[in-house]
Nanobody
Framework: VQLQAFGGGSVQAGGFLRLSCTAS????????MGWYRQAPGKQRELVAKITRGGSTNYVDSVRGRFTISRDNGKNMQYLQMNSLKPKDTAVYYC??????????????WGQGTLVTVSS
């Protein structure tokens, strides 16, 4: 199973970006999916999570500005990021809890995509 994230880039404060993440390989079912980020010199933190049924959870610093969504039929997840701030600058990673068969579930990560927000 491989996850690939794309859509990062450089924007000015107040701008927007949409990140996408596709999962491929021997996938029986994808359960929770999420986005994490790691800013320079800081630990990786959870940004947003979404269950298979569509329930979402956000870190306080992005709630109201970011929206996580998914397409179960395409094994994809998205992160719409609006009103971006310089403190949102980080490498963003997608993550997914993937069942490769009914009995086994593993945690997979994408390679990361850089988001840079300038003031």
């Amino acid at each position: 199973v491989q996850l690939q994230a794309f859509g990062g880039g450089s924007v000015q404060a107040g701008g927007f970006l949409r990140l996408s993440c596709t999962a491929s390989g021997d996938i029986f079912r994808i359960n929770d999916m999420g986005w994490y980020r790691q800013a320079p010199g800081k630990q990786r933190e959870l940004v947003a999570k979404i269950t298979r049924g569509g329930s979402t959870n956000y870190v306080d610093s992005v709630r109201g500005r970011f929206t996580i969504s998914r397409d179960n039929g395409k094994n994809m997840q998205y992160l719409q990021m609006n009103s971006l701030k310089p403190k949102d600058t980080a490498v963003y990673y997608c993550e997914a809890d993937v069942q490769v068969c009914p009995a086994y579930e593993y945690d997979y990560w994408g390679q990361g995509t850089l988001v840079t927000v300038s003031s």
